[in-house]
């Protein structure tokens, strides 16, 4: 398989996943660690699939393909290593992130999702977890903000949970229902709104008080 080929084929493997079952047997459970893994561990690959990968994964489980509970148990594992990974790599750079110019680093989202995190804390690892490229550079931020390793996989590992089992769970379910794949894009986003608008009504409240002094 050329390369083109197998990047393309990363890209888009919540539309192929059943075709790659279908090649590739189990070894699929390695390419969705690898994928979730990347996702959640290297910022210079934000864009691979997360939410949606998890939610058709589970939705093939339903038809027998793949193993839930194996599955749940290793993407699981992958969210949270590569969620570490990220924040010992933005450890390790620390505040020079602001100052130096690494191209390999989308300096505006690394500034949105460090104001998200100066906002909300702790919790916004968990948040994150159902946030596009939000989820990427949390913990990235984390490190670069020197929040403390123990406090950070605590919030690390209840959100690989929720996350990772919420979809596969909602997809073992759900995921086989025609409509549902059928407007499964339209279906996540709705998802991903209705976890981040709270918090972020809540965010313009507190803003609200502070510049009115009530």
Excluded at 10 to 15: G, I, P, R, S
Excluded at 95 to 119: G, M, P
Excluded at 176 to 191: A, K, S, W, Y
Excluded at 192 to 203: C, H, I, S
Aim: overall charge positive; aromatic content about 14%.
């Amino acid at each position: 398989m050329e390369f083109v080929q197998l990047l393309d084929m990363l890209l888009h493997v919540d539309k192929a996943l059943d075709t790659l079952i279908a090649q590739y047997g189990t070894l699929v459970y390695a390419i969705l660690f690898f994928i979730i893994f990347a996702e959640t561990g290297l910022v210079v690959l934000f864009f691979f699939p997360g939410d949606t990968l998890l939610f058709i994964a589970g939705a093939l489980c339903a038809t027998g393909q793949m193993h839930l509970g194996l599955l749940i148990f290793l993407l699981v594992t992958a969210a949270v290593l590569g969620n570490t990974t990220n924040y010992w790599i933005g450890e390790a750079i620390g505040q020079r992130v602001f100052t130096h110019d690494y191209r390999w680093i989308n300096k505006d989202a690394l500034r949105r999702t460090h104001d998200f995190f100066e906002r909300h804390g702790g919790k916004t690892i968990i948040l994150a977890r159902f946030v596009p490229v939000v989820r990427t550079f949390a913990p990235f931020v984390a490190g670069v903000s020197d929040m403390t390793f123990g406090r950070f996989q605590f919030y690390n590992v209840t959100g690989a949970l929720a996350w990772v089992v919420s979809l596969c769970v909602a997809g073992y379910f759900f995921g086989n229902i025609p409509i549902v794949r059928d407007h499964l894009t339209t279906i996540v986003l709705f998802g991903v709104a209705v976890a981040v608008v709270p918090v972020a009504l809540g965010g313009l409240w507190k803003m609200s008080r502070r510049m009115f002094g009530r």
